[in-house]
């Protein structure tokens, strides 16, 4: 019998257990993802802003594959729970939604990257998808499509109120204003919306940070008084991620746009965890493990030979590694007592037969793999090939010992939104609730062998 690290899987179906199976068969790893807690976040978030009717609608950021948990599952979740938005960084994944049955009739979608002259404007507008233009040469292209197609562009100004990414600067907006204007009034562009974003996620106890956003608020405060005089007054004006959609109600405006919220996680592990916020993380990681073997004290484990046994002990293979998206920098080094720096890999909860326990990448990280040093004998640890191991998961318990995607983001030295963006398309997405969370017309958009 293998041992399981995380926790039991209660299938909706006999369908669903097969398709665990099948998936394992496929590969020795599983991204599973909880829909009914990305619709529980949502409704939070929802709940956060004041509820449906309070004046604040919110959009569920999905970029990037909706942070690795998959675009559409992710998308008719974030709807399910109350979003009435969708936002996504490049155009061709609002397109995507909206071909794959998610209409304007259901809900909005921005789309806010694009590229010199490539971006299909034409395409974007036929499909409702507005569309952000913070530069002189995108509203012009914008304009051009929008008379080709002869449909009004959605246009949200993006403002560069001190990210220093995107959008017009304080210098050059008169001049944005200026070609807004008679753009409007042709009626080549519908200005729906005005935005910009924050740089630093609300630390209330760093002066410099706060101070750094309420200057932030200020000037966007002063592009729309701008674009009022210009007789371009937005009807939309968002600026809130998550952070502030957690911390700062002054800012709600017409919309928010949570992204990390959404995934069950804090955008910054200083602001406390995703419980202080009523958020629970959707997905999990985990794999099965490859070869268990004994080997002597003082033995190399892997690349570079940044870590070595302590004493006689047993190693197991983690059939995951940077090719699937760990990271290299989640390498654990130790050098028994050696003159090294050690420093600690990324944690994983094996189970033993004494109860879990979390041990952590022993060694550097391989393309396909790494190994975890089970200091001890995996025999009298009932530790066994096959057995299945947790990366990361909802951060269950103290007894549960669950590490979570902030632990990995620490070990890695990054945030928790790369740990999930990184993660390939080749470990196969698995959803939970899938039955409890939609209807009939949105499960049978979703593809059936990935429903547990
Ligand atoms: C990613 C992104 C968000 C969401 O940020 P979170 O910190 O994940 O809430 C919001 N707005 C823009 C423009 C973004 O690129």
Redesign the pocket.
């Known amino acids: 019998m293998s041992l399981n690290a995380a926790p039991e899987i209660s299938f909706s179906s006999e369908q669903g257990k097969a398709n665990y199976e099948a998936a394992k068969r496929r590969y020795p790893a599983q991204a599973i993802v909880d829909l009914a807690a990305l619709r529980d976040n949502m409704r939070h978030l929802v709940d956060v802003v004041g509820g449906t009717h309070s004046g604040t609608a919110v959009m569920g950021?999905v970029?990037a594959d909706a942070y690795g948990h998959g675009l559409l599952p992710t998308a008719l979740a974030a709807l399910a729970g109350g979003a009435t938005w969708l936002g996504t960084?490049q155009a061709h994944e609002a397109l995507t939604l909206r071909k794959l049955g998610i209409g304007p009739d259901r809900c909005r979608m921005l789309t806010?990257m694009y590229n010199g002259a490539q971006v299909p404007f034409d395409e974007l507008i036929a499909n409702d998808i507005d569309v952000s233009v913070g530069s002189l040469a995108g509203l012009d292209r914008l304009s051009c499509a929008a008379r080709q197609v002869g449909k009004p562009a959605r246009v949200h100004v993006k403002v560069d109120s001190g990210f220093g990414r995107n959008g017009f600067t304080e210098e050059n907006f008169d001049e944005a204003l200026a070609r807004l204007a008679p753009l409007a009034h042709e009626g080549a562009l519908d200005i729906v919306g005005q935005w910009s974003?924050l740089a630093v996620a609300d630390a209330p106890d760093v002066p410099e940070f706060v101070e750094s956003t309420e200057r932030q608020i200020e000037r966007f405060n002063d592009f729309t008084r701008r674009m009022e005089a210009a007789g371009l007054a937005p009807r939309i004006r968002h600026l809130a991620?998550?952070?502030a959609t957690l911390s700062r109600p002054e800012i709600h405006f017409e919309l928010v746009?949570?992204?990390?919220?959404l995934y069950g996680y804090e955008?910054d592990p200083a602001m406390g965890t995703p419980a202080k916020y009523a958020l629970r993380p959707a997905m999990s990681l985990q794999a099965q493990l490859g070869t268990v073997k004994d080997v002597a004290a003082g033995h190399g484990i892997s690349y570079g030979r940044t870590y070595l046994t302590d004493e006689r002990t047993s190693t197991a293979i983690v059939p995951l590694g940077y090719a699937d998206g760990i990271h290299r920098s989640a390498s654990g080094f130790d050098m028994a007592g050696a003159k090294h720096t050690d420093k600690p890999g990324g944690p994983v909860r094996v189970m033993t037969a004494d109860g879990p326990r979390l041990f952590r990448v022993s060694g550097r990280v391989c393309m396909d793999q790494f190994i975890l040093d089970l200091r001890g004998s995996a025999a009298e640890l009932g530790v066994h090939e096959g057995d299945t191991v947790e990366l990361f998961g909802p951060g269950r318990g103290e007894a549960f010992a669950e590490p979570t995607a902030d632990d990995w983001a620490r070990a890695a030295d990054t945030i928790s939104?790369e740990i999930f963006t990184c993660l390939r398309s080749r470990i196969p997405r698995l959803y939970l609730h899938a039955s409890d969370v939609f209807g009939p017309a949105d499960l049978a958009r979703l593809n059936p062998a990935t429903l547990l």
């Open positions: 950021v970029k960084a806010w974003h991620n998550t952070a746009r949570p992204g990390i919220g955008p939104y």
